[in-house]
C-alpha cells in the first residue's frame, strides 16, 4: 500500500497493539480503534462527520450488511479491497462448507453494534489496549437502529460489541434492559448474541431467563475461553466453574429452541493435562451445540507472557488434537479451519 500514491493512514489495533513493529515499517499517521473519530481531525474539509454516521448494520468499517447484499456496487474500490479480502480470508481460514452450514442465512443478517470496548483484563488479551474501556451506545440509539433494520425487514438480527454483557453499566442501564426491548417488537424475527462472558450470563441469569423463554434468541455465544478454574484464575477471567454451568443449564431449561456456542483456547501457560481436560469436559457436559476452539498463542507485551511455564508446541499439538478426537467421540463433526489452530466444531 505504500507504494500507491495516496497518504496511506494505518486504521485499527495495531498502532495500539505493536507500535514498536509498527514503527520500523510505518512512519505516517494512525487512527487507534478507540479513537476512530480522530477521522473528522484527518478530514476537516468533509461536509458529513464520522462521528455523525450510524454504525447500525455495519460489518466492517465503511462497510454494511446491506451494501453487500447489493452488491456494495456503490463504491467500486471498497467493493473490490472486500470482495478480495473476503475471498482470502476463506481459503486461508475458513472452509467454505462449514460458513455456509454456519451461516446459511448471512445474506439476511443485521448487525446492531451495541457498546465499544470492554470491562475486562484478560491477560492473554492484546486488543484490549486498542479498543479501551466501555462506552455504550445510548439505548435509544440501539433500539432505533434495531427497528430501522426491521423496517427493511430483516429477520437475523445479531448483537454485537467487544463485550456484549456489559452493555450499560457505563450509563446506568443492564444488557437484559436493552435485550428485553429488543425482544418485545411485533413481528417474526431472532435475535442472536456474541461473545458473552460467562459472568454475566451469571449474574443477570433471572433476567435472562425470562428472556429466552420468550423464544426470540436464536443463538448465544458464550466466550468460556477455558473449563479450568485455575486457568480462568490465569486469565483473569470470572472462574467460577459452578455457577457458570448451573447458569447455562438454566438458559437450556428455559428454551430448547436456540443455539448454544462457545469458542476456548488450548494450551494456556502452565495448563496442565488435568486442565485440558476439565475444559473438554464442561464443553461435552453442558451440551454445546458448537464452537470454536484456539490454540494459545502469546501476544506481545501481554501478562500472559510472564505466566509459566509455557505449553510446549508439541504438547500444543496434543491437546488441539486430542480435543478434536474427544468431540468426534462425542458425536460432533470437527473441521481443522488452520492447520491445528484452529477447529470449529458442530453437531
Ligand atoms: S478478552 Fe475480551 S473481555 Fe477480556 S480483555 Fe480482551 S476484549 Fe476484554
Known sequence: MQNLSGELIVVGCLPDIEPKKLKKIFN??????????????????????????????VISEGITQTQVNKGINMIPL?????????????????NRHLLLYLYPHEKNNYHVRISWGCLGSCTYCAIRKAIGTLKSKPIDD??????????????????TADDVGAYGVDIGYTFPQ????????????????????????????DDLDGIFKKNRISSINVA??????????????????GKISDAIQRLRNSNNDFS??????????SETREDFHQTMKFVIDNGFDMGFIYRFSLRSNTKADKIEPKTPQD???????????????????????SKNSFYSFYK
Do not use: A
Open 28 to 57: 505516517g499517521r494512525t487512527i487507534s480503534t478507540k479513537n476512530l473519530n480522530f477521522i473528522d481531525n484527518y478530514f476537516p474539509e468533509n461536509t458529513i462527520k464520522f462521528k455523525d454516521i450510524s454504525d447500525s448494520d
Open 78 to 94: 471498497i467493493s473490490k479491497t472486500y470482495s478480495h479480502l473476503q475471498k482470502n480470508i476463506i481459503k486461508h481460514l475458513f
Open 142 to 159: 440501539c433500539i432505533n437502529e434495531f427497528e430501522i433494520g426491521l423496517k427493511q425487514g430483516f429477520k437475523n438480527f445479531i448483537i
Open 178 to 205: 436493552l435485550i428485553e426491548r429488543l425482544s418485545s417488537f411485533k413481528g417474526e424475527y431472532k435475535i442472536s448474541i456474541q461473545d458473552f462472558d460467562p459472568k454475566w450470563i451469571v449474574k443477570y441469569i
Open 224 to 241: 468460556l475461553q477455558s473449563g479450568s478454574k485455575n486457568i480462568l484464575k490465569l486469565m483473569n477471567r470470572y472462574n467460577d466453574i
Open 260 to 269: 448454544l456456542d462457545t469458542h476456548f483456547i488450548l494450551g494456556f501457560p
Open 315 to 337: 504438547e500444543l499439538d496434543y491437546r488441539m488434537l486430542t480435543g478434536m478426537k474427544i468431540l468426534k467421540n462425542h458425536k460432533y463433526k470437527v473441521l481443522s479451519l
